[in-house]
Protein backbone atom coordinates (compact mmCIF):
# COMPACT_ATOMS: atom_id res chain seq x y z
CA UNK A 1 0.00 0.00 0.00
CA UNK A 2 1.68 3.36 -0.70
CA UNK A 3 1.78 6.13 2.15
CA UNK A 4 -0.09 8.66 1.06
CA UNK A 5 -0.01 12.11 3.01
CA UNK A 6 -2.46 14.95 3.99
CA UNK A 7 -0.88 18.17 3.26
CA UNK A 8 -2.96 20.83 5.75
CA UNK A 9 -2.41 24.71 4.27
CA UNK A 10 -3.30 27.10 7.56
CA UNK A 11 -3.72 31.15 6.08
CA UNK A 12 -6.12 33.89 6.20
CA UNK A 13 -9.56 33.30 4.48
CA UNK A 14 -8.20 35.79 2.17
CA UNK A 15 -5.42 34.23 1.47
CA UNK A 16 -7.02 30.69 0.52
CA UNK A 17 -9.61 32.64 -1.75
CA UNK A 18 -5.79 34.37 -3.16
CA UNK A 19 -4.91 30.50 -3.96
CA UNK A 20 -7.83 29.12 -4.78
CA UNK A 21 -8.73 31.54 -7.78
CA UNK A 22 -4.71 31.28 -8.83
CA UNK A 23 -5.18 27.57 -9.10
CA UNK A 24 -8.69 27.77 -10.58
CA UNK A 25 -6.97 30.32 -13.63
CA UNK A 26 -4.37 27.44 -14.10
CA UNK A 27 -1.37 28.61 -11.88
CA UNK A 28 1.02 26.09 -10.59
CA UNK A 29 0.41 23.79 -7.95
CA UNK A 30 3.13 22.39 -5.72
CA UNK A 31 3.71 18.78 -5.36
CA UNK A 32 2.77 19.62 -1.61
CA UNK A 33 0.19 21.60 -2.46
CA UNK A 34 -2.43 22.00 0.53
CA UNK A 35 -5.46 19.28 0.04
CA UNK A 36 -7.00 20.83 2.90
CA UNK A 37 -6.97 24.07 4.20
CA UNK A 38 -8.03 25.47 7.24
CA UNK A 39 -8.40 29.55 8.83
CA UNK A 40 -6.27 28.88 11.93
CA UNK A 41 -5.01 26.43 14.27
CA UNK A 42 -7.69 26.57 16.53
CA UNK A 43 -9.87 25.19 13.75
CA UNK A 44 -7.40 22.77 12.74
CA UNK A 45 -7.23 21.45 16.57
CA UNK A 46 -11.19 21.17 16.64
CA UNK A 47 -10.88 18.81 13.78
CA UNK A 48 -7.67 16.80 15.04
CA UNK A 49 -8.98 16.48 18.75
CA UNK A 50 -8.05 14.20 21.22
CA UNK A 51 -11.09 11.98 20.10
CA UNK A 52 -10.49 11.94 16.81
CA UNK A 53 -6.60 11.46 16.86
CA UNK A 54 -7.69 8.77 19.33
CA UNK A 55 -10.51 7.36 16.24
CA UNK A 56 -7.18 7.97 13.56
CA UNK A 57 -4.74 6.11 15.59
CA UNK A 58 -6.94 3.31 15.89
CA UNK A 59 -7.94 3.25 12.20
CA UNK A 60 -4.23 3.27 11.14
CA UNK A 61 -3.12 0.32 13.78
CA UNK A 62 -6.31 -2.31 13.59
CA UNK A 63 -8.42 -1.57 10.63
CA UNK A 64 -11.69 -2.37 12.14
CA UNK A 65 -14.71 -4.03 10.28
CA UNK A 66 -17.21 -1.64 11.39
CA UNK A 67 -18.09 1.58 13.06
CA UNK A 68 -19.41 -0.60 15.79
CA UNK A 69 -16.06 -2.22 16.07
CA UNK A 70 -14.24 1.00 16.37
CA UNK A 71 -16.71 2.66 18.61
CA UNK A 72 -15.95 -0.45 21.21
CA UNK A 73 -11.91 -0.08 20.71
CA UNK A 74 -12.70 3.87 21.28
CA UNK A 75 -15.06 3.35 24.30
CA UNK A 76 -17.50 5.82 22.62
CA UNK A 77 -21.21 5.55 21.98
CA UNK A 78 -21.30 4.20 18.15
CA UNK A 79 -23.31 7.68 17.27
CA UNK A 80 -20.80 10.04 18.42
CA UNK A 81 -18.26 8.36 17.32
CA UNK A 82 -20.01 8.31 13.71
CA UNK A 83 -20.21 12.04 14.41
CA UNK A 84 -16.60 12.03 14.15
CA UNK A 85 -15.91 10.06 11.32
CA UNK A 86 -18.42 12.65 9.58
CA UNK A 87 -16.14 15.19 10.61
CA UNK A 88 -13.44 13.79 9.20
CA UNK A 89 -15.21 12.41 5.79
CA UNK A 90 -15.70 16.14 5.36
CA UNK A 91 -11.89 17.38 5.71
CA UNK A 92 -11.14 13.79 3.40
CA UNK A 93 -9.27 11.84 6.27
CA UNK A 94 -11.41 8.70 6.15
CA UNK A 95 -13.54 7.02 3.73
CA UNK A 96 -16.28 4.20 3.76
CA UNK A 97 -15.24 1.17 2.47
CA UNK A 98 -17.74 -1.46 1.16
CA UNK A 99 -17.50 -3.93 3.52
CA UNK A 100 -19.34 -7.61 3.79
CA UNK A 101 -22.77 -8.28 4.92
CA UNK A 102 -23.61 -4.38 3.63
CA UNK A 103 -21.11 -3.01 6.07
CA UNK A 104 -19.23 0.07 5.44
CA UNK A 105 -16.11 0.04 7.69
CA UNK A 106 -14.07 3.22 7.80
CA UNK A 107 -10.85 3.56 6.59
CA UNK A 108 -7.41 6.31 7.01
CA UNK A 109 -6.95 7.63 3.45
CA UNK A 110 -3.69 8.94 4.60
CA UNK A 111 -0.80 7.75 6.56
CA UNK A 112 0.52 11.00 7.47
CA UNK A 113 -0.47 14.57 8.09
CA UNK A 114 1.91 17.57 7.10
CA UNK A 115 0.53 21.21 8.04
CA UNK A 116 2.16 24.70 6.95
CA UNK A 117 1.14 28.06 7.79
CA UNK A 118 0.96 30.41 4.31
CA UNK A 119 2.16 32.65 2.85
CA UNK A 120 5.92 31.26 3.45
CA UNK A 121 8.83 32.58 2.84
CA UNK A 122 10.81 30.50 0.05
CA UNK A 123 14.66 30.70 0.77
Same mark, same amino acid.
Given at each position: ?????? +?? @????? %??? +? %???????????? @???????????? !?????? *?? &?? $????????? !? *? !????????? $??? @? &??????????????????? !??????? @????????? +??? %??????????
Amino acid at each position: MMRRTL +HI @GIASP %QYV +H %QRMREIAKGGPK @GPNEPRVWFTSY !EALARV *FS &RQ $NIMLIEILR !E *F !EPESVTELA $NKV @G &REKTNVLRSLKTLKEFDIV !EFQEGEG @GRKPPRLKY +HAF %QSTFYPRKVA
